[in-house]
């Protein structure tokens, strides 16, 4: 298990923009692929975007691409999610997590998740 605190989140209106950070422990974001998800209010959590380890590939959920830029800092540690263009929809708890490829879904490589920061987008 490794622990990841994410910090960012907050209230911004329709159209607005936040950026959220994930700080991870030493050498986590540069030996592994990092990726971020997400949870609304009575939904599965889904998944949001990811950076590889080498910081060579991002993937992106349909509903974010061209909204949302994931990018990494390996000296800082430090994973994040550069959201542009926000939408009521995107309201959730956004969770950043070490990730694994299983067949053609991104999973979270541990079984447990930090505490998330809320993003909430007013219309």
Same mark, same amino acid.
Request: hydrophobic residues 40%; aromatic residues 16%.
């Given at each position: 298990? $490794? +622990?990841?605190?994410e910090s960012g989140g907050g209230? $911004? +209106?329709?159209?607005?923009s936040l950026r959220l950070s994930c700080a991870a422990p030493r050498r986590t974001v540069s030996s592994y692929n990092m990726g971020w998800f997400r949870q609304a209010p009575g939904k599965e959590r889904e998944f949001v975007s990811v950076i590889t380890w080498s910081g060579g590939s991002t993937y992106y959920a349909d509903s974010v691409k061209g909204r949302f830029t994931i990018s990494k800092d390996n000296a800082k540690n430090t994973v994040y999610l550069q959201m542009n263009s926000l939408k009521p929809e995107d309201t959730a708890v956004y969770y950043c997590a070490v990730v694994r490829l299983s067949?053609?879904?991104?999973?979270?490589?541990?079984?447990?998740?930090?505490?998330?920061?809320q993003v909430t987008v007013s219309s």
């Open positions: 298990q $490794v +622990q990841l605190v209230l $911004v +209106q329709a159209g607005g067949g053609n879904w991104w999973r979270n490589l541990y079984d447990d998740w930090g505490q998330g920061t």
